[in-house]
């Protein structure tokens, strides 16, 4: 039956956990993370795979971590934990629990399910805000994706930072040098069919080279579309609070953005003061 080859993927990201009780900007994102579990476990069930797409914890520290597996251990999905600019990849595999490991111990692999290549990389460098892949990372992609290949499996790639461009001030803190995994990706000839980060927290979708990409808000605050000509205060809202649902059966591949927390309180300009004076005119 159709079903039993339809690939469910579930991806969350941003979701800057802190330590039980702690809070930052007035919003505590144990119960927001505990509310899109619930969700998860309400309308997904069937679902393949549960990745947590980086920034794990908001400041790195062990008892965010300890958080974080309270939380998730209420849903039986199979799950997978990625690393973002806020993680600390050596704190987190201190902690960990089975982590996922490549071969150089960094946070990344692969899952294939249902003729889908599912790859996860680690784009983290702890302590930078625009970090990317290495050559080590880098090289570890490549056999990946040629081996996707040679078995005729669909890719899907899921990364911490955005690698697309998109026309906003995270531009300056997306994937560093993002045409060197673009290459890689090129260089290929893997049937791509999605890419899906976080690290922006707002929802858009487009493409990159050629391939699909999405990016989901995330568990925390939602920026505006802070466009190009604009300059001032870049607005954040409190929601939605989403995460989302990949459904591909090879040729037909849908991303769903599912919303958690619906409403849209403005938040306090004085909670983000470094997003006041905002002017964006440059990408690289």
Sequence with gaps: PYASRLLKLIVMSDIHLLPKGEIKRGLDTAPRFEAAIQDVNKYHGDADLLVFAGDIADQADAGAYAVFDDIR?????????????????????EHANDPMLDNNRFVQ??????????????????GV???GLCAKRLEWT????????????????LMHHNPCALQMPVDTYRLAEPEKLLAVLHASGAG???VIA??????????????PCATIAGNQHRVEPFLRG??????????????????SDGLNCAVH?????????IMDPGLFPYKMAQKFEIID
Excluded at 109 to 126: A, C
Excluded at 149 to 154: E, F, G, P, R
């Design 109 to 126: 692999g692969y899952d294939d399910i249902k003729g889908h290549r599912i790859i996860m990389l680690d784009t983290s460098d702890p």
């Design 257 to 265: 953005f599912q919303s958690y927390v619906d409403h849209s309180t």
């Design 230 to 247: 604009r300059t001032g205060q870049q607005t954040c809202f409190e929601a939605p609070a989403q995460y989302a649902v990949l459904m």
């Design 192 to 194: 791509i069919i999605q």
């Design 129 to 131: 805000l625009r970090s």
């Design 142 to 157: 490549r056999e990946c994706l040629a081996d996707a290949k040679a078995q005729n499996l669909k890719v899907i790639l």
């Design 73 to 93: 251990a209420r849903n039986d999905l199979p799950q997978r934990v990625m690393m973002g600019n806020h993680d600390d990849r050596n704190v987190y595999l």
């Design 198 to 211: 976080g690290h922006c927290h707002i929802t858009t979708a487009g493409s990159w080279g050629g391939y």
